[in-house]
């Protein structure tokens, strides 16, 4: 594993690394390269039960890192607390601008965390954030930062469970938004679709259930 570290932090060449479907402490040490090596790109480290102790090494990583451009870290544990450690990171970083962090056991907590970041950091373009427990109050938390965040793009927030109040307060906020051009919303639990369509901007591209 040592090997893998040092490797990576004088390599120059390479550009996109997946790490996937593995338990065995290797992403530890990939993740303390990030802080040495500015070549890497793109990150792939999904669906390797990393958690709050692997995100605290990635937000510190990410404060001093200038080369990672997108970083994949769907279906792992990284609960509410590693959103906070992540986002701490990323309130510093300069350059990331596609994050995955969907299917990753946080909750509206978690939410909150992001909002706090998304109201910084102007950088990230593209946040995966599906499959997670936002509800309705996660939903306000980052509607409110939707209406100061000016550089997302696309958001993800299918399947968390936001209901329509939810998902009505996401949209609402958009009204305040001029950069967002997609937002996923499938899985949200909608009942009264007619209503919450009354309130798309023509602007944007929505995806429902």
Known sequence: M?????????????RNLRYSSNR???????????KHNNTLESLNLQSNGLDENHAKLLGEALKINTG????????????SEG????????????????LRISYNHFDQEGAMHLASM??????????????????????????QSLKVNQTLVKLNLSACRLGDDGVFLI????AENMTLTE?????????DKDHLM????????FMFD
Do not use: M, P
């Open 2 to 14: 040592k090997i893998i570290s040092e490797s990576l932090k004088i390599n120059k060449t390479l």
């Open 24 to 34: 065995n402490g290797v992403a530890s040490t990939i993740i303390d390269a990030l």
């Open 68 to 79: 990672l451009v997108s970083l994949n870290l769907h279906a792992n544990v990284l609960r």
């Open 83 to 98: 959103i906070k450690a992540l986002c701490e990171g990323l309130c510093e970083n300069r350059a990331l601008a596609n």
């Open 118 to 143: 998304l109201q910084v950091n102007s950088y990230l373009e593209n946040l995966d954030i599906s499959w997670n427990q936002l509800g309705t109050i996660g939903a306000g938390f980052i509607s």
């Open 171 to 174: 949209l609402k906020s958009l």
């Open 183 to 191: 937002v996923q919303l499938q899985g949200s639990g909608i009942e």
């Open 198 to 205: 009354a309130v798309l901007a023509d602007q944007k591209v």
